[in-house]
Nanobody, 117 residues
Framework: QVHLVESGGGLVQAGGSLRLSCAAS????????MGWFRQAPGQEREFVAR????????TYADSVKGRFTISRDNAKNTVYLQMNSLKPEDTAVYFC??????????WGQGTQVTVSS
């Protein structure tokens, strides 16, 4: 089992920045990637960014490329999502997820990000 706890959400004006954190505990050695997803009201959950455990390769959704950066601190078992130049359409609940064998089987409880115009 992998336990994930997100933090860092909040209310910010358009153009502002936030940094989300995801603290992982448990069987973290078995994960092959960590990802961030988001879900806006009335919409399906969508992929935001991913970082692979081995090599640190990152992948981003087109909607956040150039604005968001995913990173990790292995010593702290923590993954971050730095979000810059935020837009009102970035408003959503952001979830951290851990992938084992290619499947995101573990999810955090989510953290609300609200961007005002």
């Amino acid at each position: 089992q992998v336990h994930l706890v997100e933090s860092g959400g909040g209310l910010v004006q358009a153009g502002g920045s936030l940094r989300l954190s995801c603290a992982a505990s448990g069987r973290t050695f078995s994960t092959d990637a960590m990802g961030w997803f988001r879900q806006a009201p009335g919409q399906e959950r969508e992929f935001v960014a991913r970082i692979r455990t081995i090599g640190g390769t990152t992948t981003y959704a087109d909607s956040v490329k150039g604005r968001f950066t995913i990173s990790r601190d292995n010593a702290k078992n923590t993954v971050y999502l730095q979000m810059n130049s935020l837009k009102p359409e970035d408003t959503a609940v952001y979830f951290c997820a851990a992938s084992e064998f290619g499947n995101y089987d573990y999810w955090g409880q989510g953290t609300q990000v609200t961007v005002s115009s």
